[in-house]
């Protein structure tokens, strides 16, 4: 699916896709209740629509993301409910049967985390857990009994810490999908920095992505 996506927005790469394979995988219905956090350009919540659902509602702190994700919408003629806030601030008091995310997960060279741009896309903070930790305590809130929630990340930021912290809420988490790609131009601009810190290797430059499965039994 071809994805429009404006200035400023994450573009769907390699991690959307992958996230978007796994989900088209799954058995959705007019009735599935889905939610895309994280949204962007809304490429995967679409997906969903693709596969059958019609109750699909994104997410995104950006309000050009939103713009964005509707523009989308519009264009392949799905339904998409957009909600702007911060992870699941705007369906506190939602309840939903699939949970897609594509979280910022790119370490950085602060804990300070961007507040527009592009980067707004992949900086994560120092261990690049700063939204994926939260996405791990938050997004199970809002998972339905029977849910499922999908997360997809790279290797570099702890993919077990991610299954420990989503067990630590009570689901069942497996990686499910694995990839390899070569560092693109934010890990090949960063590398001295990873390397330093010990988080990649001298000679490094194949990026590890998974995607982690969590479901409520």
């Given at each position: 699916?071809?994805?429009?996506?404006?200035?400023?927005?994450?573009?769907?790469?390699?991690?959307?896709w992958l996230?978007?394979?796994?989900l088209?995988q799954?058995?959705?219905?007019?009735?599935?209740?889905?939610?895309?956090?994280?949204a962007?350009?809304?490429?995967v919540?679409?997906?969903?629509?693709?596969?059958?659902?019609?109750?699909?509602?994104?997410v995104d702190?950006?309000?050009r993301?939103?713009?964005?994700?509707?523009i989308?919408?519009?264009?392949?003629?799905?339904?998409?409910?957009?909600?702007?806030?911060d992870?699941i601030?705007?369906?506190?008091?939602?309840?939903?049967?699939?949970?897609?995310?594509?979280?910022?997960?790119?370490?950085?060279?602060?804990?300070?985390?961007?507040?527009?741009?592009?980067?707004?896309?992949?900086?994560?903070?120092?261990?690049?857990?700063?939204?994926?930790?939260?996405?791990?305590?938050?997004?199970?809130?809002?998972?339905?009994?029977?849910?499922?929630?999908?997360?997809?990340?790279?290797?570099?930021?702890?993919?077990?810490?991610?299954?420990?912290?989503?067990?630590?809420?009570?689901?069942?988490?497996?990686?499910?999908r694995r990839?390899?790609?070569?560092?693109?131009?934010?890990?090949?601009?960063r590398r001295?920095?990873?390397?330093?810190?010990?988080?990649i290797?001298?000679?490094?430059?194949?990026?590890?992505?998974?995607?982690?499965?969590?479901?409520?039994?």
């Open positions: 699916m071809r994805a429009f996506r404006l200035p400023g927005v994450y573009p769907p790469q390699r991690d959307t996230l978007a394979e796994v088209s799954e058995v959705l219905t007019p009735t599935t209740r889905v939610l895309d956090i994280c962007g350009t809304g490429a919540g679409l997906t969903a629509c693709r596969a059958g659902a019609v109750q699909v509602t994104a702190v950006s309000r993301a939103l713009i964005n994700a509707w989308n919408a519009r264009i392949h003629r799905w339904p998409l409910r957009l909600r702007r806030g992870l601030e705007p369906v506190r008091n939602e309840l939903f049967d699939v949970i897609v995310a594509n979280p910022p997960y790119v370490p950085a060279g602060s804990d300070r985390l961007p507040t527009g741009g592009a980067a707004r896309g992949w900086d994560a903070g120092r261990d690049g857990r700063a939204v994926l930790d939260r996405l791990c305590v938050q997004g199970p809130e809002v998972l339905a009994d029977g849910g499922r929630l999908f997360i997809v990340q790279s290797a570099l930021s702890g993919v077990e810490k991610t299954i420990a912290m989503l067990e630590e809420q009570g689901l069942r988490a497996e990686v499910v990839t390899e790609l070569p560092f693109g131009p934010v890990l090949s601009g001295a920095m990873l390397v330093a810190r010990g988080v290797r001298p000679d490094q430059c194949i990026e590890e992505l998974a995607v982690i499965k969590a479901s409520r039994m």
